[in-house]
T-cell receptor, first 114, second 111 residues
Framework: KAGVTQTPRYLIKTRGQQVTLSCSPI?????VSWYQQTPGQGLQFLFE???????NKGNFPGRFSGRQFSNSRSEMNVSTLELGDSALYLC?????????????FGSGTQLSVL | SQQGEEDPQALSIQEGENATMNCSYK?????LQWYRQNSGRGLVHLIL?????REKHSGRLRVTLDTSKKSSSLLITASRAADTASYFC???????????FGTGTRLTIIP
């Protein structure tokens, strides 16, 4: 079974641009969560999607958005990039996002904003 | 915001020794999970312990949970160089199913 796939692996953007990151969950998994990881703030929850609906949302500005498609693949978008958006963005999937489920993570997209 | 805080922040030990790291959290939990992250990569699930459990084992891993102290510990026995990684605890809270991660412990195993 293929794992969680995130593309691209690395991305370099400049301030003010926008970026779209992609995540393909494990086959059969319907819940996809996104996390931002930085050395200063650690792992911060962005949002979770289940069956194409955003079910949970973290404390991030509206510049951060996401969506999920009918095949459970998910994308997240960051508009008007700021230097502080430089981070490793991690996607994780689980079968239904239940409280006792473990998350399966992708290798992440390393975003650098110049 | 961080729910959990790991202690120590960094730990270096000789190969073959045991490594213990601790996690403290703030609010009541459904369960607590431990994850490992190799440098710049995704996280890998290690073990889950439910709020009504006190101890759990998986191979060389032993996890304890003390809900009265809101703390957990992860013990790795007979450490190996491949155990070098960052270790995170993550909690699932009542009424909010998203996992909240701690600050992590960087473990270095010296061959």
């Amino acid at each position: 079974k293929a794992g969680v796939t995130q593309t691209p692996r690395y991305l370099i953007k400049t301030r003010g641009q926008q970026v779209t990151l992609s995540c393909s969950p494990i086959s059969g998994h319907r819940s996809v969560s996104w996390y931002q990881q930085t050395p200063g703030q650690g792992l911060q929850f962005l949002f979770e999607y289940f069956s194409e609906t955003q079910r949970n949302k973290g404390n991030f500005p509206g510049r951060f958005s996401g969506r999920q498609f009918s095949n459970s693949r998910s994308e997240m978008n960051v508009s008007t990039l700021e230097l502080g958006d430089s981070a490793l963005y991690l996607c994780a999937s689980s079968f239904s996002g239940g409280k006792d489920e473990k998350l399966f993570f992708g290798s992440g997209t390393q975003l650098s904003v110049l | 915001s961080q729910q959990g805080e790991e202690d120590p922040q960094a730990l270096s030990i000789q190969e073959g020794e045991n490594a213990t790291m601790n996690c403290s959290y703030k609010t009541s939990i459904n369960n607590l999970q431990w994850y490992r992250q190799n440098s710049g990569r995704g996280l890998v699930h290690l073990i889950l312990i439910r709020s009504n459990e006190r101890e759990k084992h998986s191979g060389r891993l032993r996890v304890t949970l003390d809900t009265s102290k809101k703390s957990s510990s992860l013990l790795i026995t007979a450490s190996r160089a491949a155990d070098t990684a960052s270790y995170f605890c993550a909690t699932s809270n009542f009424g909010n199913e998203k996992l909240t991660f701690g600050t992590g412990t960087r473990l270095t195993i010296i061959p």
